[in-house]
T-cell receptor, first 113, second 119 residues
Framework: DGGITQSPKYLFRKEGQNVTLSCEQNLNHDAMYWYRQDPGQGLRLIYYSQIVNDFQKGDIAEGYSVSREKKESFPLTVTSAQKNPTAFYLC????????????FGEGSRLTVL | AQTVTQSQPEMSVQEAETVTLSCTYDTSESDYYLFWYKQPPSRQMILVIRQEAYKQQNATENRFSVNFQKAAKSFSLKISDSQLGDAAMYFCAYRSARWRVEYGNKLVFGAGTILRVKS
């Protein structure tokens, strides 16, 4: 079945540590996105990539980094520079056909201890 | 910048009844998409319904329909014959239809409305 796989589902880290969240899709989608979800704030865009080897900052990119070396993969690194990293992270992708909608993974819950 | 506002943090509905979730948005553009996404306790975001701004006819998907008022910049979701499985967080989202690098075809989300369904 085609879809988006995020891992791990739950992750704990100590302050000062970097952590990488995985996002893999087998939908052959060109564009991929990372969103952060906090209670009462909806989803906010961290980074997005329209094509391999290219990515752009979203609204809250500080303290995060990404790479897009393969079409299927768009990992997100939460660095120690991110002041408040505890959140739920959602990866999404979109086909090149402009239907507008995004397809989402099941998310990763990061907790900083 | 576009913004999406959902003014109802929580709503409740009796099973089999109808409920309407509100959404307003702000944009200077004329061509765009609007969406309602559902996020059940599993946290997976699921597309409920889509509306293209150039279409005057309101979108409908089975028990889900929208009331799209372009001039008022309003996009409400009506759920008819509510079921227990409809209980979830519902997000309204906006996306420009214009291909602009700075937009990245990103979705702009509202803060969400928690819908509780009572049996």
């Amino acid at each position: 079945d085609g879809g988006i796989t995020q891992s791990p589902k739950y992750l704990f880290r100590k302050e000062g540590q970097n952590v990488t969240l995985s996002c893999e899709q087998n939908l052959n989608h060109d564009a991929m996105y990372w969103y952060r979800q906090d209670p009462g704030q909806g989803l906010r865009l961290i980074y997005y990539s329209q094509i391999v080897n290219d990515f752009q900052k979203g609204d809250i990119a500080e303290g995060y980094s990404v790479s897009r070396e393969k079409k299927e993969s768009f990992p997100l690194t939460v660095t120690s520079a991110q002041k408040n990293p505890t959140a739920f992270y959602l990866c999404a992708s979109r086909t090149g056909v402009d239907t507008g909608e995004l397809f989402f993974g099941e998310g990763s819950r990061l907790t900083v201890l | 910048a576009q913004t999406v506002t959902q003014s109802q943090p929580e709503m409740s509905v009796q099973e089999a009844e109808t409920v309407t979730l509100s959404c307003t948005y702000d944009t200077s553009e004329s061509d765009y998409y609007l969406f309602w996404y559902k996020q059940p306790p599993s946290r997976q975001m699921i597309l409920v319904i889509r509306q293209e701004a150039y279409k005057q006819q309101n979108a409908t998907e089975n028990r889900f329909s929208v009331n799209f008022q372009k001039a008022a910049k309003s996009f409400s979701l009506k759920i008819s014959d509510s079921q227990l499985g409809d209980a979830a967080m519902y997000f309204c989202a906006y996306r420009s239809a214009r291909w602009r690098v700075e937009y990245g075809n990103k979705l702009v989300f509202g803060a969400g409305t928690i819908l509780r369904v009572k049996s």
